[in-house]
């Protein structure tokens, strides 16, 4: 007889071992299901390694410009193993305490590799071979993968996806990066930081494609001043892999050129993890290839929930866990659960200078038609930008000019990723531009070039 639980959930990692430990909070037996590692990619290969490698890039730079300050650093030696190690170590760390977490709250962690069988019905293949369980309720967190290019598919050698990008072998003289949304940005920030000669390649007309049009203009002038060379409205049509790099052909506006690099770093976005898990035989609905679902994350199959990339963008560890937190409260009766607002999920993006955003950009702002109130502040007149020596960025903000809803906020520059949750707790209070203009913020702080955003929005701009 199988055995039985409230909950099971598919997928360790964000959104999956959180639901998991919120539904044990909640007294419902539950149980986890994990093929590889818990904590899933963010914790193992995207979010926290990525963040650990450029911290060393971070030290990297203030070591170059350290005679800046008046500091004599001599000869400096950098060990590229070490910092991997050191990546390496904090996932490890974090992991571990999933697991605690996990067992903490009473949740079962099943090791291998899980499919519907039936509705509530799921099958594990693991180390002893395949095991039968049942559950009231089936949580889908099975997250997403690299989406491969058709002819530059990665090979693990010379044509990487961020799991090679993450454990180099040695430093690449040359790295040719194609996607500029977030994970091949921070790529092209840490290596052009360790000292790789990066090209940039993005289809779009700018980088970082889903940002504010202003931000993207900055981060690609910021980069081409350290030597990042960047190509938008361009395309690798053809790669070319010897022993000793690959040969790249570059279609764009300008017409063909032909790049020789190291190595190529594939970015295009993911695609989710959706095969082999036996959704068609249930009739699970899909849309663009990821699972649809409604508000309180249910699928049209009654019991089956999804949550994190698997359930659609924006593909972000946070969006996930609060996803799963939204599920499982929702379908254990939780009073005044609220449904995700996909709009205002708070995006990050970790390069140097940093990008932090929410809600609307202002092209599509004035696209909606409605009345807006613009307001925006350099980091170069903001006192403590100036005395930490990252004068580079700015704050902008974006007010329905009727309402005083906050409809946007667009950061780029130095800890802006530390200072955007501001203008979501704004939001989730519907704060409006009227009651923002009279919070007090400590000086000096990177923080006030907010206030004079929310203030400049209203022509009352103090500082410029």
Known sequence: ????????????????????????????????????????????????????????AEVAHSIAHAGELGFSVGEVSFDLHKLVQFSRSVSQRLTSGVEYL??????????????????????????????????DHVILATGARPRPLPGIEADGERIWTYFEALLPKRLPKSLLIIGSGAIGVEFASLYNDLGSEVTLVELAGQILPVEDAEVSALVRK??????????????????????????????GASGEQVLEVEHVLSAAGVQPNVEGLGLEALGVELERGFIKTDQA???????????????????????????????????????????????????????????????????????????????????????????????????????DAESGELLGAHMVGAQVTEQIQGFGIAHALEATDDSLLSVIFAHPTLSEAMHESILAANGRALHQ
Not at 20 to 25: D, L, N, P, S, V
Not at 226 to 236: D, E, N, S
Not at 319 to 342: M, N, P, Q, W
Request: proline share 4%.
């Open 1 to 56: 007889m199988s055995e039985k639980y409230d909950v099971l959930v598919i997928g360790g990692g964000p959104g999956g071992y959180v639901a998991a430990i919120r539904a044990g909070q909640l007294g419902l037996r539950t149980a986890l299901v994990e093929k590889r590692h818990l904590g899933g990619i963010c914790l193992n290969w995207g979010c926290i390694p990525t963040k650990a490698l450029l911290h060393g």
């Open 102 to 135: 996990l067992q903490k709250n009473g949740v079962t962690v099943l090791d291998g590799t899980a499919r519907l069988r039936g509705k509530g019905q799921v099958v594990v293949d693991g180390e002893g071979g395949e095991r039968d369980y049942r559950a």
């Open 222 to 251: 910021s980069f081409e001043r350290r030597g990042i060379r960047v190509h938008t409205q361009a395309q690798v049509t053809a790669v070319q892999v010897s022993g000793e790099g690959v040969r790249c052909t570059l279609k």
């Open 297 to 399: 994350c249910r699928t049209n199959v009654f019991g089956l929930y999804a949550i994190g990339d698997v359930a659609g963008p924006p593909c972000l560890a946070h969006k996930a866990s609060h996803e799963g937190v939204i599920c499982v409260e929702s379908l254990a009766g939780v009073e005044g659960v609220h449904g995700l607002d996909r709009a205002h999920v708070p995006g990050c993006t970790y390069s140097r200078p940093q990008v932090a955003s929410l809600g609307l950009t202002e092209a599509a702002a004035r696209a909606s038609g409605r009345p807006l109130k613009i307001g925006k502040f350099a980091y170069q007149a903001n006192g403590k930008a100036l005395a930490s020596g990252e004068p580079e960025g700015f704050v902008k903000t974006i007010f």
